[in-house]
């Protein structure tokens, strides 16, 4: 089992920044990828970025140019860097893990909310 535990959202104004972290702890040889999703109040979840072990990224077109996923493999630790935030990044953000025997998401963060004021 792997639990993860994420700080740093908060409430920013338009243009700003934030960084979230994701903190993993247990079975922590077991993580292949690990990310963030993020959903807004009457919205599916939405992937918004990913990184894998070796450090391949995947991040959504909607925050491509804006936010930077990075990993420290030594901390068990993910991290998100939102910069030139948006209102409509507006949303409750979860970590997960993919496991390396998994395709999907083996478990959630608690969640962080960010909200980008206008």
């Known amino acids: 089992q792997v639990q993860l535990v994420e700080s740093g959202g908060g409430l920013v104004q338009a243009g700003g920044s934030l960084r979230l972290s994701c903190a993993a702890s247990?079975?922590?040889?077991?993580?292949?990828?690990m990310g963030w999703y993020r959903q807004a109040p009457g919205k599916q979840r939405e992937l918004v970025a990913a990184?894998?072990?070796?450090?391949?990224?995947n991040i959504a077109d909607s925050v491509k140019g804006r936010f930077t996923i990075s990993r420290d493999n030594a901390k068990n630790t993910v991290y998100l860097q939102m910069n030139s935030l948006k209102p409509e990044d507006t949303a409750v953000y979860y970590c997960?893990?993919?496991?390396?025997?998994?395709?999907?998401?083996?478990?959630w963060g608690q969640g962080t909310q960010v909200t980008v004021s206008s």
């Open positions: 997960y893990y993919r496991s390396l025997r998994s395709s999907g998401v083996d478990a």
């Open positions: 990184i894998g072990i070796g450090g391949v990224t």
């Open positions: 247990g079975s922590t040889l077991s993580i292949n990828a």
